[in-house]
């Protein structure tokens, strides 16, 4: 069962993603600049991915709450876990042939495939993933202020002294925004049932239209950017 307010808000998340990322891209490429706000550029992105990596965790417990088999969830999100993983491979091995210099080693499909996978065992957990989101996400912002010799661990929130990419999402703190949506989605959709009163707008048209966009967010991911640079391309600006 869906829940059309799940698809809303991932919907959302999906158009400010689009919103912000072609902003940005039209900065980075030296075509155009929107703003000098810092809350556009730092925060707003950071709202946005926690979104999408909140609604993360209320979707395992929605489509855990479906099957009610823990092996079987289980071996369902080792599949689709290491399918997310790949494309962020596939991303990593784009952006270092085309933008070596700040390419994307560990983005937030790497981060969702890594919890898709590894936040499974939790799913049978209650309040104690409040506990520990909150732990995790405390120790990967303290962890964000310091600077280390090595690389090898900067997937985990290590961030090394020499660092340039274009997407990062370490293990912490964004690891604790999955647990937290765990948390919520086990308080509000237990036994795949809505335990909170919404009044229905799943049939409006524009509600429809935001949820088509939540359904299909992986794939309007991996295209809005390509799309872009294609629109520019058109426009005769040179992207490469």
């Known amino acids: 069962m869906r829940f059309w307010e799940v698809d809303f808000a991932r919907g959302t ?13 039209l900065k980075y490429l030296n075509i155009l600049s929107i ?6 550029w730092e925060i707003f992105p950071r709202f946005i991915a926690s979104m999408f990596i909140f609604i993360v965790g ?4 929605l489509s855990y709450n479906y099957t009610a088999n823990f092996h079987l969830s289980y071996k369902k999100n080792i ?11 596939l991303i990593t091995l784009v952006t270092w042939l085309f933008i070596p210099q700040d390419f994307i080693f560990f ?3 790497h981060l969702i495939g890594f919890s898709v996978i590894f936040a499974t065992p939790f799913l049978k957990f209650k309040k104690i993933n409040l506990y520990l989101s909150l732990i995790t996400i405390i120790a990967g912002v303290l962890l964000s202020r310091f600077s280390f010799n090595f690389s090898w661990l900067s997937w985990l929130g ?4 020499v ?9 912490l703190p964004w690891f604790g925004f999955v647990l937290l949506g765990i ?15 919404i009044q229905d707008y799943s049939n409006a048209r524009f509600v429809k239209f935001v949820n088509f966009l939540g359904k299909n967010s992986l794939t309007i991911y991996l295209l809005h950017q390509p799309l872009l640079i294609l629109i520019l391309f058109i426009l005769g600006y040179n992207t490469i």
């Open 58 to 61: 209320v979707s395992l417990v």
């Open 163 to 171: 660092f340039s990419t274009l997407d990062y999402f370490p293990v």
């Open 35 to 40: 703003t000098d706000s810092w809350i556009f």
């Open 183 to 197: 948390y919520f989605g086990n308080t509000l959709y237990k036994h795949n049932k809505r335990k909170f009163k």
């Open 79 to 89: 599949k689709r876990g290491l399918k997310i993983f790949g494309l962020g491979l």
């Open 158 to 161: 290590f961030i090394p002294k």
């Open 107 to 109: 983005g937030i499909l």
């Open 13 to 25: 998340a999906v158009i400010l993603m689009v919103l912000f990322n072609w902003s940005f891209a």
